[in-house]
């Protein structure tokens, strides 16, 4: 993936052939005609436009522009996707964040390889702990991603820096140090494009600090909020009549869908849902069960999202089921897939072991949903990720993991990038 929108991917389309054989005659087109040719564009090829001639380099930059872009591909083809791997084992807090791929619009993976040389956060600053020469820096640390734009911080626990970035071009904002200093919270975090004001992003920030104790209910949750319009941290207790917040939450990053963010709560057996852009009230929030077919001694669960719809999915005995939130109001689940370990067959592939799907449950941890495709969702299988269609039952071999770890399954993210890169607002 190229930093599609940095300074040094500028200056090298600028030094490309194309300036060099524009015609003449181009630059009486009338600007409706250019920018109906330059939509029509790949993304990369259309950011490389930007060096022919300041004339084009204004059209492409305005907001009109990224916003025909989008809407003219946003129809045509689902968006590039990427998945991003990030663990730690017993010793060490964290590790670099890795790319396995994108992939583009007619679903081809680039070759399955945990280093990316063209995504990387290196261009964010060490964190101040770190920055000692006696001490080697610590690796940024994915929290969440929306629209193309991710929240990172340098650390695990105790986090008080966090950057909101956008990978692709390499800007970056710090925010300001929230309001409390917590060992352990939980990340929600959406953004939202805004075309009419120059493709800025504006994006809100959730914190959900850890209870004090974790063998009991709460009635009271408190938030923490940071948002990109007032540039500031607010923070307030919700309230319940009765007691529907458990200790603490399954997964620390919320998953976003519909505006809203979830969190899968750990005693309670459902979902916690809050809406960040609504007023503070009761409102605000709502539970939702999970299917009530789950069964409570299924070890191997996964939440998350797939084609704008809440997916909830269990592997026990030898067997995957799954279930998508089709009624938002109600709650209602439906089953969307169900079928048993044996019935999966791995694609032949010369660079693969010959692997056996039958007899091996141990070691399967269901990673993601595709977001963009509703039959495929991703596992690691013996320290091998697999693409796995639930609907033709078939593996397809993705990479091999350099090491084992319990807790692949809490820190593998889908990236789904937007058509048109965003802009951040200054904090």
């Not at 025909?68 to 060490?92: D, G």
Request: charged letters at 20%.
């Amino acid at each position: 993936m190229e930093d599609l929108g940095s300074t040094r991917s500028v200056r090298r389309c600028c030094s490309s052939s194309l300036i060099r054989s524009l015609p003449p005659h181009l630059d009486r087109l009338t600007e409706e005609l250019v920018i109906e040719v330059l939509q029509r564009l790949p993304l990369k090829d259309a950011n490389r436009c930007k060096c022919v001639c300041k004339r084009w380099l204004n059209s492409i930059s305005s907001p009109y522009f990224a916003r025909c872009y989008y809407n003219r591909h946003c129809f045509s083809f689902p968006p590039p996707f990427a998945l991003f791997f990030q663990y730690t084992n017993t010793y060490r807090w964290a590790v670099p964040v890795n790319l396995k791929g994108i992939q583009s619009a007619n679903n081809a993976y680039n070759h399955p390889v945990l280093n990316s040389s063209g995504f990387s956060f290196s261009f964010l600053p060490p964190s101040s702990s770190s920055s000692s020469s006696s001490q080697p820096s610590e690796p940024v640390r994915f929290l969440a991603s929306s629209n193309g734009l991710v929240i990172c911080s340098p650390t695990i626990l105790y986090q008080k820096l966090y950057y909101v970035c956008n990978p692709l071009t390499m800007h970056w904002v710090a925010l300001p140090p929230p309001p409390t200093c917590h060992k352990r919270v939980r990340i929600g975090f959406i953004s939202t494009p805004d075309f009419d004001n120059g493709i800025i992003s504006r994006f809100k920030v959730v914190r959900i600090p850890e209870f004090e104790k974790d063998s009991r209910l709460y009635t009271d949750l408190s938030l923490e909020i940071f948002s990109s319009e007032t540039g500031e941290w607010t923070d307030f207790v919700i309230s319940w009549h009765k007691p529907v917040f458990g200790c603490f939450f399954l997964c620390d990053s919320a998953v976003v869908c519909n505006g809203m963010l979830h969190w899968r709560n750990v005693y309670l057996h459902d979902i916690f849902a809050y809406d960040p852009n609504k007023t503070a009230n009761y409102q605000e929030f709502r539970t939702i069960p999970l299917p009530k077919e789950c069964l409570n001694g299924a070890l191997v669960h996964l939440f998350g999202e797939s084609q704008g719809h809440l997916r909830y999915a269990e592997f026990h005995e030898g067997t995957f089921r799954v279930w998508e939130l089709e009624e938002y109001s109600s709650g209602e689940w439906g089953l969307v897939h169900k079928f048993a370990q044996s019935e999966l067959v791995v694609r032949e592939d010369p660079n693969l072991p010959k692997f056996k799907t039958r007899n091996s449950r141990r070691f399967i941890t269901m990673l993601a949903f595709h977001p963009i495709e509703g039959d495929v969702m991703f596992l690691d299988w013996h320290g091998r990720i697999f693409e796995c269609n639930m609907r033709s039952r078939s593996l397809k071999w993705l990479c091999s993991l350099a090491e084992r770890t319990a807790s692949i399954h809490r820190t593998i993210f889908p990236y789904v990038l937007p058509w048109w890169p965003l802009s951040l607002p200054q904090c």
